[in-house]
């Protein structure tokens, strides 16, 4: 029975560059849940004078085809200005691989929406967005759908899980219907601050747990 993927792949899945983490890193951005099968955490370490990746290093906790993106990505986009990295697609990692399965194609585009949410995390904490818009609820609503229960592996949007959000001077409140003593309290905690608290008016986040 032949081989579905390419020698590349193989090579990249066996022997992955750039896995790892980055101590003090500029980013880091967790995408997709091992619950649904493939998730990926990736840090960047960005030059704050030339705005240009000096070091991306990503762990994955998924398939062979989720260890070879994230391998060739990686590779792809170090050495690249902040702004070049905003327009790597998954296509790119895709041919860069020489082709992926059909049905694998998700993990390609699980890695590239984890570079996509790493650097505009970057670009908003350092004042490089152009366009400052107000952090409304649906803007919020928008970046928790990116953090994941991983009991359920559901988003924290679609499960249901966000009680209220305030916004007030600054100041923004997420209350979630969820336990504090909920087993992964700490690590959805952890994900909605890293997705909030660098928004250029928000001064504050508080994550409350009312389950």
């Known amino acids: 029975m032949p081989v579905p993927y390419t020698k590349l792949v193989i090579e990249h899945f066996k022997h992955p560059h750039n896995v790892g983490k980055i101590k003090n890193a500029d980013v880091k951005v967790t995408e997709g849940s091992p619950a649904c099968g493939d998730m990926l955490t990736l840090y960047l370490k960005v030059d704050p004078e030339t705005h240009r990746i000096e070091d991306i290093k ?26 070049e990295a905003a327009k790597i697609t998954w296509k790119d990692a895709v041919e860069a691989l020489g082709g992926l399965p059909t049905v694998k194609i998700h993990c390609s585009v699980l890695a590239a929406d984890a570079l996509h949410s790493a650097v505009e995390i970057y670009m908003e904490k350092e004042g490089l967005v152009k366009k400052k818009t107000p952090t409304t609820k649906e803007i919020v609503m928008s970046k928790l759908s990116h953090v994941v229960d991983p009991l359920t592996g559901i988003d924290v949007v679609r499960s249901g899980l966000i009680k209220t959000i305030h916004i007030k001077d600054g100041a923004l409140t997420v209350i979630l219907d969820l336990p504090k003593d909920h087993q992964f309290a700490k690590n959805i905690e952890e994900e909605i601050l890293e997705r909030l608290e660098h928004l250029w008016d928000v001064t504050e986040v508080k994550v409350i747990f009312e389950g």
């Open 58 to 83: 990503f762990q994955s906790f998924g398939c062979a085809s989720n260890i070879a993106t994230g391998s060739i990505l990686t590779d792809i986009v170090k050495g690249k200005k902040i702004e």
